[in-house]
């Protein structure tokens, strides 16, 4: 009714407002009247409820905007009604969004997005910006991209025609996952994701109605990956499932583990083995902060592997323009690299990618300029190392500061952030709080961060929304806010762990 | 290889190339031996083939972009490599992407969203390009398609928390498809679709394994929608599945018919009574052409006919900003209004467009700026009414021009083309052809549109990649190229005709 008020001040609507807003007009009395239907109100069931809806969706979860998130949602409504809180405004440490936190723009990225979005760089660009273009993208970009993993994997080969401009990772990755996932019964396709994962992974598992198989990392080892551990989750998953594809997300996502290159020889042996789909999600391949940790593609060890590997096993291998140093998230630009498909399927997923007709235009040109910076001796490059290197080593910075702090807390136990963008600090949580938790029917990390959103406005995603081992909990925050502010937030977190300790001692 | 010289001269590559490119390293044969696996290349079956792939992304065909388009793309490049042809140029005709024919895009649109890039106008765009938005789309947007809407049906009400915006709108049909879909056996969800139909829906319905209900347009009536059918329709799938869902396309793709006023109350009760979910596409709402017509959106309609059916009947209504006389196919934007959800059901819906964070914000600036056009009194007013005229001016003139021509040929009959951006001619195939048709493994419109593409370069979609009644052939060919490359289009079409029927007499 406000709103209908507000049409009626704005000149939109006419002025008798009957109950429903506008009145029963002649038009609606005449229908009435021809359909025979009496024109009372009456309530009806829905079609869509609950109960009828798609099940699959139905148990999909995404806790990276999940209930938390909606409640930090409302919380800053209640602020801006001007209710009184402990604080005054909500840090939103729980989505990787780096530019919403402040961090600023490339110069060199925006001002190349914006040149080609005035259609002034045509021998860059070979696209319009208003036109579908191929459905696995644009030709042009797609050469670029291949250019650049290439160049960045010290000269082993990629091939354009195995690059696929997808709407930010989140869609390649869901795709590939589509067009892999069959069977039924005990031939359910099984997938293999790392336990904490990355939330999008057990949503379209869920959505495809797929079998999760949960392979642990290794907490007490830094997150790190055991084979063994992969072993055991597939042999036990054979008893239920056909286990077909292997996920791994490197950097980790939450846990920040860059792993090493022995240790993705050693995965890809495993899955050469166990013949399984290697799908390897890189997105924070340039956030590496551990001074003894390098990035090493999955694409690039496999080919050093010799041709029994490199011809052999299939490959799908992620990136995006929303993490990095770029942190352009809205544009929704992303690559895949697929190889060794069967070239009958080639024509499959570019036929499903058809369906929709092709990612965002600008999204394709800001993946085109993340992959194209300039180079040494050109005019932009100064500017760009040096933002660059600003980006990162403060991201850097803020990594090492955030392990330090948490680990000064009793009670909180933070593995070093080697690399992507948040920290997953295990959280010790007394029986009494517990009990709490469990009076308010909540899981005990989610009670904790409900707690610590509520008394200090700091948002973070409680650890039951990426998976741990039974009995341990975590949350995992952000390391975006500036330095300063970030200080804070820690410091904040610290007061208020100790106070939950002291109240649930 | 030659891309492999190439990289080579690129300065990218070591000099020495082996048989795969770069030959074996010493730290790939390192790996090889203490993985003990012996380096000769040997060929493994792939683990994702055609047999073990996903079936319902098998089963799915997406003619738009189908297996012709993929031939045009194929001769293409043969022109490009100097290949005599009877041609000089292929002609794509198979897809609504009105800038790549030509079209102008329109100033106001473009300025605007290139200042909106640039972050110079905060006040009518309250987001940051390089962060993710809501889930739902940027508030401010939402509020502006809410008021858009409610200008647009006279004054009914928008309210924004019902509106999302979309990655286009093909998107937000997907999505509310995939929400709706349940059941097993005879409960399967069935979605009621047009025959013939924009193939995005029998794709989606193919992903999500629902079952396909076909209702067949009147095509001895301009293509108009006939209750009776649609009963006839439902009749039949009550005994297969549990029809739930009633997809309409108005105006009309492939078809071009625009609903009347009555056709839509009919339709709007016949889903009333039969408790049917109502999809409501209208991307075309901006694409009127015949002066008999007139674009009726089903939210207005279905609110005059008073509070029995505005307050129960659950409607999603869909718009892009790629049609229209927008033609921004390339910025994906897209928004869906949907009305009388349950309570419930809400949270569900923005849950699952959570796991793909957001639409590209790009895309959603675009919708914005296409709901806020200039009004009298602007400074851009003039320019941009002149623009808009003009291209659906001269769509008008296409779509009559079409439609008189094609009924001059001989065996090729047209409806006239009421709105929308396509020609959908009925065409007379030979019996001789039908033969030839068979020994080429071919559909009978299929191998039209083939020996079509191949002696004159035109691209055009058969119509079995939409549907039509048995017996019964078409094609589909935008009215998109500029009127008098339409018009060699045509008469190339026309003459092809003649010389088929006599070959194949």
């Known amino acids: 009714m406000q709103r209908a008020a507000a049409l009626v001040r704005r000149g939109c609507y006419p002025r008798t407002l009957g109950p429903w807003g506008r009145g ?42 999940g209930p938390i998130v909606l409640k930090a949602g409302e919380i800053e ?31 060199f990225l925006r001002q190349r997005i914006h040149l080609t979005s005035l259609s ?32 960045r994997d010290g000269g082993v080969p990629a091939d354009p025609d195995n690059i696929y401009l997808t709407t ?32 999008l992974y057990s949503a379209v598992i869920s959505e495809l109605d797929a079998i999760q198989v949960n392979y642990y990392l290794d907490e007490d080892n830094c997150w ?22 292997l996920c791994i997300i490197n950097p980790g996502n939450p846990t920040g583990q860059v792993q090493s290159r022995k240790c993705i020889e050693d995965v890809i042996h495993f899955a050469w083995e166990e013949k399984l789909f290697l799908l390897a999600d890189e997105v924070y391949q340039d956030n590496v902060y551990s001074p003894d940790c ?35 998230c809205g544009y929704r630009g992303g690559y895949m690299e697929v190889i060794n498909l069967h070239p009958e399927i080639k024509g499959q997923l570019v036929k499903l990618l058809s369906v929709r007709l092709c990612p965002p235009v600008s999204g394709q040109a800001a993946m085109d300029i993340v992959v194209n910076p300039p180079v040494p001796g050109e005019e932009s490059f100064e500017q760009f190392s040096r933002e660059k290197e600003s980006v990162l080593g403060n991201l850097a910075k803020k990594a090492k500061l955030t392990e330090d702090l948490f680990n ?3 009670g909180i136990h933070c593995n070093p952030l080697q690399g992507a963008m948040y920290a997953f600090p295990r959280i010790f ?28 406005g700091i948002c973070v995603v409680p650890g039951s929304g990426f998976g741990q081992r039974e009995g341990t909990y975590h949350f995992r925050m952000t390391i975006l806010p500036p330095v300063e502010k970030l200080k804070t937030v820690l410091q904040k977190v610290k007061d208020f762990h100790i106070k939950f300790l002291e109240k649930y001692a």
Chains 1, 2 share one sequence.
Do not use: W
């Not at 860059?124 to 160049?151: H, K, L, M, P, W």
């Open 224 to 245: 790190a990956l055991n084979v063994n551990e992969l072993r055991r989750a597939v042999r036990e998953a054979k008893e239920q499932c056909d286990p077909k594809v």
């Open 120 to 151: 002034l760089l045509p021998e860059r660009f070979c696209a319009c910006a208003g036109s579908y273009s191929a459905s696995q993208g644009v030709n042009c970009i797609r050469e670029d991209v291949a250019a650049y993993i290439t160049r």
């Open 24 to 65: 029963q007009s002649s038009a609606a009395a005449e229908a009435s009247a021809v359909l025979k239907v009496r024109p009372e109100r009456s309530r009806r069931d829905r079609i869509l409820t609950l109960e009828s809806m798609n099940p699959q969706v139905k148990a999909v979860e995404y806790a990276v905007r």
């Open 429 to 456: 949580i007394p029986a009494k709080a517990m009990e709490a938790a469990q009076t308010h029917q909540m899981a005990p990390d989610m009670f904790y961060c409900m707690k610590l959103l509520e008394e200090t």
């Open 294 to 328: 390098r990035f090493h593609s999955f694409k690039k060890v496999l080919y050093e592997m010799g041709p029994e590997y490199s011809s052999n096993v299939e490959l799908a291998s992620f990136h995006s323009t929303s993490k990095g140093y770029m942190g352009e």
């Open 168 to 199: 930010g990772a989140s869609d390649g990755i869901s795709t590939i996952l589509k067009i892999l996932v069959s069977g039924g019964g005990k031939s359910r396709t099984g997938v293999m994701i790392p336990i904490p994962q990355y939330p």
């Open 77 to 107: 409504l209640e602020l801006q009604r001007g209710i009184k809180k402990p604080f005054t405004e909500v840090i939103r440490a729980n989505i990787g969004d780096a530019q919403a936190m402040g961090q600023q723009p490339i110069t």
């Open 408 to 410: 000064q807390v009793p």
